[in-house]
């Protein structure tokens, strides 16, 4: 089932899928419009201290990010041109072409997947915000740290 809708003056096209992969004939785009998420992101090596636990993000700050990086179960070249799927999971620093990282992907994923692959791409800015930002934030201001930090990256998250 496909629904389509206006979403910030942009033509979206929803397609909802069963639980599962599902085979993907169509050929990659290049979606123009789509910013390059997360992909500053690699850079963070940062680790906690030992016994630190990671802050979690709350259910609320996760749909922040899936709203403002979009859905898209196939993989497509983002802006930048690198291949990525689902919620903006970068799969590598090039075109898709079916080789590599990508491999794992060249069906289209479920949204649960896709969900699994933010959460786990957003440890690393949660890391960083945790290490770089005052620990009395709000779950809001957590949440609206590590979605900045997943799209810019810790460094540029210790220079604002």
């Known amino acids: 089932m496909s629904i389509s809708m206006m979403k910030f003056g942009l033509a979206v096209v929803l397609t909802c899928l069963s639980a599962g992969a599902v085979r993907s004939d169509e050929p990659v785009e290049q979606l123009g419009d789509k910013s390059a998420p997360g992909i500053l992101l690699e850079d963070t090596k940062a680790v906690l201290p030992q016994g630190v636990a990671l802050?979690?993000?709350?259910?609320?700050?996760?749909?922040?990010?899936?709203?403002?990086e979009g859905w898209v179960p196939r993989r497509y070249n983002d802006a930048a041109g690198f291949c990525t799927v689902g919620y903006g999971h970068l799969l590598k620093k090039s075109l898709c072409d079916g080789t590599g990282n990508e491999v794992k992907f060249l069906n289209a994923i479920s949204e649960q997947r896709g969900e699994e692959l933010l959460v786990q791409d957003m440890m690393k800015a949660q890391i960083a915000v945790q290490l770089a930002a005052p620990k009395d934030l709000t779950d809001g201001q957590f949440a609206a740290l590590v979605d900045f930090t997943f799209n810019a990256g810790g460094g540029n998250l210790k220079k604002s």
Do not use: A, C
């Not at 802050?55 to 403002?68: D, F, N």
């Open 55 to 68: 802050r979690k993000v709350y259910r609320k700050g996760i749909e922040l990010t899936k709203q403002w």
